[in-house]
């Protein structure tokens, strides 16, 4: 029986609401040591290679997902298939990867969002359960977080909200959050996604045998 005058315990204590993260995947390169082939268009699997990348953050759980271009970007619009992702280019790709990292952290303002997962698109042996797992472990707005193999840190990384214009701010050249995730190596969260991913880059000719 309800009483008149009893408080619903649900109304009273409101489930928290789910953070929302964003995914931000940098695919502006223009792969100079493949010999002038933007990575982003790199066929694995019968598909670009930024395809993969941006699957795995919307099926690792992000909510929306950013995908900063640079070098090609116009035969990237034309070739990649990225529904439901949002498109921004870097003018200043050239610059390195700290410019792409500004621009992304830069269109994500304003967006009412708790984090972000920041992924690169060279590395199509990092999927959805390694973005998942690393999402995870989001507590605060205040989060500073990675994926680890072999008890080195990896990607994808996880940044609050409250950290993102301090990152953009130390991102410069071609060291992204480099310098900014030493700086604040003991805050790192680290999460080990050695069972799930294998983190090699595509950087070489040689690195082209890890395609499909």
């Not at 992000?62 to 949002?86: D, F, K, W």
Request: charged share 20%; net charge positive; glycine share 12%.
């Amino acid at each position: 029986m309800r009483y008149a005058g009893a408080v619903n315990a649900t109304a009273r204590h409101p489930a928290p609401a789910r953070p929302r993260i964003a995914g931000l995947l940098l695919a502006a390169g223009a792969g100079r040591r493949l010999g002038g082939r933007p990575k982003a268009l790199l066929p694995h699997r019968g598909r670009p290679l930024v395809e993969h990348a941006a699957a795995a953050l919307r099926e690792g759980g992000c909510a929306v997902v950013h995908v900063v271009l640079g070098a090609s970007a116009e035969r990237v619009r034309e070739r990649a298939a990225l529904p439901g992702c949002v498109l921004v280019e870097n003018p200043e790709w050239a610059q390195g990867m700290g410019s792409s990292l500004r621009a992304g952290l830069a269109s994500l303002d304003g967006a009412a969002l708790d984090a972000v997962l920041v992924g690169l698109v060279d590395q199509p042996g990092i999927g959805a359960r390694a973005v998942a797992r690393v999402r995870s472990a989001y507590r605060s707005r205040a989060d500073l977080a990675a994926a680890s193999y072999g008890g080195r840190r990896g990607h994808p990384v996880l940044f609050g909200a409250d950290r993102w214009a301090a990152v953009a701010a130390g991102a410069v050249g071609d060291q992204g959050a480099r310098a900014y995730l030493r700086a604040h190596r003991d805050a790192i969260t680290l999460v080990d996604c050695s069972d799930v991913a294998e983190p090699y880059d595509i950087d070489t000719e040689a690195d082209l045998a890890h395609l499909e």
